[in-house]
């Protein structure tokens, strides 16, 4: 049977007390929709709900058909491929009946087709001739990933809720998720920031502090509309800023004229020309006449105001980052990295990166590409003096900075200044403030420690410190940069690589981040 889910008025708040959501009004039809929304929204707390893994502070949630769930975080395991599947006790029943020791009950429930199943579901998400008694824990993080999504083929659902299924895949895992999303025909709620599997979603349904807003299309519809919305709460920005700025020169106009009919009395009035009893009376009249006009102007303008800063806030919401940095310097023949037959690896005797060489001249953007396991991290570590080279040579720019997957350069328990200022010791506090400005850490929000950001405040402020300083480095290297990071971040970190003039090196698997940082160059590891 189709797959539905309908949440009528529901209410959830956290142990802590806090409200991610209320009366909360949303349908998810037999179709593949998109949940997007930033950190924090509670897209995840929300397939919980949805699988009655937590319960409503209030409201009703319905499903109709059966559910099945991919996680975010695979665990680690000592089960084998065929317990991960769901399938041992039901490939062992049918051993029993092929070897005359099965029960009755054995024969009853036997479903001769698992086997096949298991083939299929196996090299449908790309791990062909995967041996069933293989331990998991002998797996890549994204391996593991593809096996559970192959339980979920065997197990057929009405509905699939996937929580970020391709976070931790490489490109080939990556394809292999879209594609089985291409050929699903159920119902399926897909949590993810990756814009290539969003674009295979019939629609999308956006996770805000206020609610939830469906959109009928995949992502590229659903950025049409988004533009759309940004260029109707510009236009009503303008509008109430016109309208604000009418209302001030009214009021200015006003006093000017009261100022001068004050002005013409108080001339007649000592000239003796207007009686004194008519004087007190035309005095009082006058006053409260302009009291009211004061209190109706104080009012209008109250109004004129609150839209104006709403058409503000609106904008700030659609509006992408944009980011202007300082020149890093960079000439356009200078070489920021030499590698000379590299070779070496974490274990000395088994080299992972092997007589590789490549360079890097003046502002080039060159990204490193591979499946997992072929040596890019290890790489990268090679390149910045983390590990030793076994063989070969490296030669680097003085000015060169690694944002890792952890942004270990920040030091968790420091505020995003104080990070700044021990980064960048030549920079003073107007130069701190105006950089971590422009990667919207304003005032307060400059203060605030980096163990308390989420994943992408702290990559946005590991930018600020680096590119954003008034030296930014010359070599900018970056380990998987979109990992962990809603959309929302990815476009601002966009924003800023896109305004650095200087080299870049990238590890990623994000096709679409790529291509907006403008990458020119690739070098695939296998």
Not at 13 to 19: L, R
Not at 276 to 301: F, H, P, W
Request: with cysteine; hydrophobic share 40%; net charge neutral.
């Amino acid at each position: 049977m189709p797959g539905s889910i309908s949440l009528k008025a529901v209410s959830y708040k956290t142990p802590s007390g806090v409200t991610l959501f209320s009366d909360l009004d949303l349908s998810f039809a037999p179709v593949r929709t998109g949940l997007i929304g930033r950190n924090g929204t509670g897209k995840t707390t929300l397939l919980k709900l949805l699988l009655g893994e937590l319960a409503p502070s209030a409201g009703e949630i319905v499903v109709s058909g059966t559910l099945g769930v991919l996680r975010q975080a695979v665990q680690r395991s000592d089960a084998s491929v065929a317990e991960a599947l769901g399938c041992a006790e039901p490939l062992a029943r049918l051993d029993r009946l092929e070897a005359g020791t099965g029960s009755l009950e054995d024969a009853e429930v036997a479903d001769w087709l698992l086997p096949a199943k298991i083939e299929t579901a196996l090299a449908d998400v790309g791990l062909p001739s995967l041996a069933l008694d293989r331990p998991t824990a002998t797996l890549s993080g994204g391996q593991r990933t593809r096996l559970s999504l192959a339980a979920l083929l065997i197990e057929q659902p009405d509905m699939l809720l996937l929580d970020e299924p391709t976070n931790n895949l490489d490109r080939d895992g990556r394809i292999a998720v879209t594609e089985l999303l291409k050929r699903w025909r159920g119902g399926a709620i897909v949590v993810s920031h990756d814009r290539a599997l969003l674009r295979e979603m019939d629609a999308i349904v956006e996770l805000t502090t206020i609610g939830a807003r469906t959109y009928g299309g995949n992502w590229d519809l659903y950025q049409e509309r988004k533009a759309i919305e940004l260029a109707a709460a510009e236009q009503g920005l303008a509008s109430a800023e016109r309208t604000l700025g009418e209302l001030d020169r009214k009021t200015q106009l006003m006093r000017e004229r009261k100022a001068k009919k004050d002005g013409a009395g108080a001339r007649k009035a000592a000239k003796g020309d207007i009686p004194r009893i008519m004087l007190g009376g035309m005095k009082m009249n006058a006053e409260n006449t302009s009291g009211e006009q004061a209190k109706l102007g104080e009012r209008r303008r109250a109004v004129a105001s609150t839209a104006l800063a709403a058409a503000k806030a609106e904008v700030e919401v659609l509006q992408p980052m944009a980011v202007k940095l300082e020149p890093s310097g960079l000439a356009r023949g200078t070489t920021v990295l030499q590698l000379d037959r590299l070779t070496g690896g974490p274990v000395p005797e088994r080299p992972v990166i092997r007589n590789l060489s490549f360079a890097i001249t003046g502002p080039e953007r060159v990204a490193i590409t591979g499946p997992n396991g072929s040596g890019k991290t290890t790489l990268l570590r090679l390149i910045t003096g983390a590990l030793v080279p076994q063989s070969g040579a490296v030669r680097i720019a003085r000015r060169q900075a690694l944002l890792d997957q952890e942004v270990s350069l920040l030091d968790p328990h420091q505020t995003i200044r104080e990070n700044y200022l021990r980064l960048n010791p030549g920079d003073g506090e107007t130069t701190a403030r105006s950089a971590l400005a422009r990667f919207m850490f304003r005032a307060d929000a400059a203060l605030k420690p980096v163990g308390q950001l989420s994943g992408g405040e702290m990559l946005r402020a590991g930018l600020a410190c680096t590119i954003g300083s008034g030296q930014p480095p010359e070599l900018l290297i970056l380990d998987e940069p979109t990992n962990h990071l809603d959309i929302h971040a990815i476009e601002a970190v966009e924003a800023g690589l896109s305004a650095f003039d200087g080299a870049l090196l990238v590890v990623s698997h994000d096709r679409d981040f790529l291509e907006a940082i403008g990458i020119q160059r690739e070098i695939v590891l296998n």
